[in-house]
């Protein structure tokens, strides 16, 4: 009988978490399991689940920027309702299923707001007289600025789990150093290698985006500032006689996309994020882009040289955390998120331009969805 895998996921902000998660779906169901990916954030359009079937919950995202709060799609708060239908659906859904195994994305080591349905889950998983696998699948960096309280729970949570995933290469980036509790987990702990986008083979060669910058900012609800400064960074630049190419994320608002494109100028190209970006990427002289794992592993896969201008706050540590190392091993040149200007962007540029291709260091690990497919199947023979 196949085994089945019900893969609990929620996007708050961007949709990465969304597009990572659809992709692991898309090989675990290659692999020859059952997949059903269930979704509590905003719908996404065009989204590629091979032969995974795919869940919507009622949706909700961050109330802003912090992520620190949650909200309905229309900003209303989330009231004891709202949660009660998402936690009844959930545990219906996931008694219907009857999954050999349970793999929630980020939890226990994140996602802690979605604690109100994510506990009866774990709860109901357990209480099975033939318990399912539970295991956590997470990306290379957490958040370091989690108190000790939030990490003891962490940890005490995960008591629950038979492993995690840890979606990285530890010869780039190793979870010990943003996560103070590893020695507490590793036991149960398997490092994949970084999960590559791989919803459709990259296209044959061509020439498009030959010798460009392209300048892509995730799904863009926090992406608009990125876009403006590249393009008033770019005649300041050593690569102004280039084309540069900029990508727009579907949550970007309207009036700032308006913006963007009475502000492009000659040789300037304002369009909608694209299904070639690896191509793009392959093609391109420097990528000025955001600091999210799905275009960092694209960018380590297939770029030459790049800008990263990471999201963060004082809370949110991961994007600044990924580029640092990066820019620790001369990979990549880098503008911190406090101090992005046109200037800091052109000087980061050249910097970028005069250092060595990403493609002189050692290619990172990206097979982390075929050894995700092994795990999974190692955890269910008999």
């Not at 059903?36 to 590629?48: C, E, M």
């Not at 010869?171 to 590793?186: E, G, H």
Request: hydrophobic letters at 50%; glycine letters at 8%; a negative charge.
């Amino acid at each position: 009988m196949t085994a089945r895998v019900f893969f609990y996921v929620q996007h708050l902000l961007g949709i990465g978490h969304l597009r990572r998660a659809a992709a692991l779906a898309r090989a675990i169901s290659a692999g020859g399991f059952d997949v059903l990916l269930v979704s509590g954030g905003a719908p996404v359009d065009g989204l590629a689940l091979g032969g995974a079937r795919f869940h919507q919950l009622p949706p909700l995202r961050a109330a802003d920027a912090r992520l620190k709060e949650l909200a309905q799609l229309d900003g209303m708060p989330v009231d004891e309702a709202f949660k009660a239908k998402r936690i009844r659906q959930l545990l219906d859904l996931f008694e219907a299923e009857q999954p050999d195994i349970l793999l929630t994305e980020q939890f226990p080591f994140g996602r802690t707001q979605l604690r109100f349905e994510l506990m009866p889950l774990l709860d109901a998983a357990q209480d099975r007289p033939s318990a399912p696998w539970i295991v956590s699948s997470i990306r290379d960096v957490l958040r370091r600025t989690a108190s000790p309280a939030r990490v003891d729970e962490m940890v005490q949570t995960f008591e629950a789990f038979d492993a995690v995933l840890v979606h990285a290469d530890p010869a780039l980036v190793r979870m010990d150093d943003s996560f103070p509790a590893w020695p507490d987990i590793r036991d149960r702990a398997l490092y994949t290698g970084y999960v590559a986008d791989a919803g459709a083979e990259l296209p044959p060669e061509t020439d498009v985006g030959k010798g460009e910058v392209i300048v892509s900012a995730g799904g863009g609800a926090v992406g608009a500032p990125l876009l403006h400064a590249a393009i008033a960074a770019r005649p300041l630049s050593p690569l102004a006689d280039r084309r540069w190419r900029l990508l727009v994320g579907p949550n970007m608002p309207d009036n700032d996309v308006a913006a963007l494109h009475a502000s492009a100028g000659e040789n300037v190209i304002v369009e909608p994020v694209r299904s070639d970006f690896p191509s793009l990427l392959r093609n391109a002289a420097l990528s000025i882009s955001q600091a999210g794992y799905n275009t960092v592993v694209e960018t380590l896969c297939h770029g030459d040289r790049a800008v990263l201008v990471p999201f963060g706050t004082a809370r949110e540590t991961e994007q600044a955390d990924r580029a640092r190392v990066l820019v620790e091993r001369g990979m990549v040149a880098a503008v911190t998120p406090d101090a992005l200007t046109p200037a800091s962007l052109a000087a980061a540029i050249a910097r970028a331009w005069a250092g060595p291709s990403i493609r002189s260091f050692p290619p990172v690990d990206a097979s982390g969805a075929a050894a995700t497919v092994a795990a999974l199947k190692q955890m269910v023979s008999p």
